[in-house]
């Protein structure tokens, strides 16, 4: 059974930083592609990151501030948030997905919020 945990969200000031970790099981994690992803209260679900083995790549809101890494050793991938922003606040997703699997996995999201 596939299983993806993120921990790591919280209450942060504007300006501040903190690193979400999505820790994986029940998969061959170096074969899959994770994103992060983020839903704001009333908003639809919108891309964050993504990281392969090979590339990473950002929405354009957060290029520059955010960065996704991985660890295939401990089936974790990271993100690192700096200079959030009160627009930042919404519960982050790591999805798993693989050209050629049957379907994606998505973690339960851990929620961020950016006090202003």
């Known amino acids: 059974q596939v299983r993806l945990v993120e921990s790591g969200g919280g209450l942060v000031q504007a300006g501040g930083s903190l690193r979400l970790s999505c820790a994986a099981s029940?998969?061959?994690?170096?074969?899959?592609?994770m994103g992060w992803f983020r839903q704001a209260p009333g908003k639809e679900r919108e891309f964050v990151a993504r990281?392969?083995?090979?590339?990473?790549n950002y929405a354009d809101s957060v290029k520059g501030r955010f960065t996704a890494s991985r660890d295939d050793a401990k089936n974790t991938v990271f993100l690192a948030m700096n200079s959030l922003k009160p627009e930042d606040t919404a519960v982050y997703y790591c999805?798993?997905?693989?050209?050629?699997?049957?379907?994606?996995?998505w973690g339960q999201g851990t929620q961020v919020t950016v006090s202003s």
């Open positions: 999805k798993a997905s693989r050209v050629g699997a049957p379907s994606s996995y």
């Open positions: 029940g998969l061959t994690f170096s074969w899959y592609d």
């Open positions: 990281i392969s083995r090979t590339s990473t």
